[in-house]
């Protein structure tokens, strides 16, 4: 069973306000990446990390930030939010030499 | 690049009825290939997974097999339950790759 923590699952919050959306794991791995998820399901690669001070861009270009500064940690923070951020938020880890992937149960976040 | 390509959804089937969600790929070497799938309000379980050509991953009824010749990977199950209704999503990592590929989901409905 995976050990893959966000918090929170549901956020409504006014435009403008700053947010954090937490990321925990509790395997060890190295990399762990934020990926969205817009209504129509597709997954777009927003940040990911190999490991503790590396940070890099996904695919989709985010105004949110991360920072990794434990292992084990791996938050994403948007400083100003906007309706346009509405979505839902999916934090995944991997150890794997396969590439596979371990996800929390995601963070739903409406900006109204 | 590397893509993965799966079977358009919504697709919608009675209890008991045979399930094939097709997946076919594009990689330039030798990936490892996955079935993620997303019930209702959570994130991504994997499914199955299978590392090498032939290989066939199997889990909860459901099965796929690594076909090189055709690179394809498609998800099959002989007699579906409501409880399979969710979205599936088929990804490739090629080796010593840091990010996984994802289709863009099929959504099944399971009708009782």
């Known amino acids: 069973e995976a050990d893959i923590y966000q918090t929170p699952r549901y956020l409504v919050i006014g435009t403008g306000k700053k947010i954090t959306l937490e990321c925990s794991q509790t395997m060890g791995h190295d990399k762990m990446y934020w990926y969205q998820q817009d209504p129509g399901m597709e997954l777009h690669l927003i940040h990911y990390s190999y490991g503790v001070n590396s940070t890099e861009k996904g695919d989709l270009s985010s105004e949110s930030t991360v920072s990794r500064i434990r292992t084990e940690h791996f938050p994403l923070t948007l400083e100003s939010a906007r309706p346009s951020h509405t979505s839902q938020y999916l934090c995944?880890?991997?150890?794997?030499?396969?590439?596979?992937?371990?996800f929390g149960e995601g963070s739903r976040l409406t900006v109204l | 690049g590397d893509s993965v390509t799966q079977m358009e959804g919504p697709v919608t089937l009675s209890e008991e009825a045979f399930l094939t969600i097709n997946c076919t790929y594009t990689?330039?070497?030798?990936?490892?290939l996955f079935w993620y799938v997303q019930y209702p309000g959570e994130g991504l379980q994997l499914l199955l997974k299978a590392t090498k050509a032939d290989d066939k991953g199997s889990n909860k009824g459901f099965e796929a097999t690594y076909r090189k010749e055709t690179t394809s990977f498609h998800l099959e199950k002989g007699s579906v339950q409501v409880s399979d209704s969710a979205v599936y999503f088929c990804a490739l990592s090629e080796r010593g790759a840091q990010k996984l590929v994802f289709g863009q989901g099929t959504r099944l409905t399971i009708n009782p």
């Open positions: 990689a330039t070497g030798y990936p490892s």
């Open positions: 995944a880890s991997s150890g794997s030499a396969t590439g596979e992937l371990f």
